[in-house]
T-cell receptor, first 111, second 111 residues
Framework: ELKVEQNPLFLSMQEGKNYTIYCNYS?????LYWYRQDPGKSLESLFV?????AVKQEGRLMASLDTKARLSTLHITAAVHDLSATYFC???????????FGGGTRLMVKP | GAGVSQTPSNKVTEKGKYVELRCDPI?????LYWYRQSLGQGPEFLIY????????DSGLPNDRFFAVRPEGSVSTLKIQRTERGDSAVYLC?????????FGPGTRLTVL
């Protein structure tokens, strides 16, 4: 059974600071996704990582994947208040198949 | 084009009643997924359609839950004899074997 764990579950940080969210998963996977969810809203796709060593960046967010360690990271650079949301990683077991989500990391960026 | 749409956005029902939740996927997407998200948790997989057929229904919690996609586009999730524990946000996603794009969800409350 595929298990996905994120940490931390809650993160409060000051604007301008850097931090990393970690996502560990238990079995081999084809793809790993990062989603953002604002309160009361649905999930917004941020990144899809397809291979070992993949790195993608969008604005202040950068995601990476190490398939050997079964680890993905989401790095936040110089955080701003607008990044406050819950971030989920999700792992796809087989192409075209279901996603298994981590528990989410609730990020609060304080001015 | 339009994204994934779901109706209703909110549904309040009484214990024991029957409910139907509708999902309109992105046009042309062959894969459709249903997930359930409880408060403070990540989404949990329910069922996956490829075209008209249910390719994986291993996430349906019991036989009170059923889903159809008769023409390979719109899908309906059906819940019989609702229980208070069924209260959650039901999310639909579609993909063309790539990123899964999520709808806004239906918030189901069983009184």
């Amino acid at each position: 059974e595929l298990k996905v764990e994120q940490n931390p579950l809650f993160l409060s940080m000051q604007e301008g600071k850097n931090y990393t969210i970690y996502c560990n998963y238990s079995t081999t996977s084809d793809r790993l996704y990062w989603y953002r969810q604002d309160p009361g809203k649905s999930l917004e796709s941020l990144f899809v990582l397809l291979s070992n060593g993949a790195v993608k960046q969008e604005g202040r967010l950068m995601a990476s994947l190490d398939t050997k360690a079964r680890l993905s990271t989401l790095h936040i650079t110089a955080a701003v208040h607008d990044l406050s949301a819950t971030y989920f990683c999700a792992v796809e077991g087989n192409a075209g198949n279901m996603l298994t989500f981590g528990g989410g990391t609730r990020l609060m960026v304080k001015p | 084009g339009a994204g994934v749409s779901q109706t209703p956005s909110n549904k309040v029902t009484e214990k024991g009643k029957y409910v139907e939740l509708r999902c309109d996927p992105i046009s042309g997407h062959t894969a459709l997924y249903w997930y359930r998200q409880s408060l403070g948790q990540g989404p949990e997989f329910l069922i996956y359609f490829q075209g008209t057929g249910a390719a994986d229904d291993s996430g349906l919690p019991n036989d009170r839950f059923f889903a159809v996609r008769p023409e390979g586009s719109v899908s309906t999730l059906k819940i019989q004899r609702t229980e208070r524990g069924d209260s959650a946000v039901y999310l639909c996603a579609s993909s063309n074997l790539d990123t899964q794009y999520f709808g806004p969800g239906t918030r189901l409350t069983v009184l």
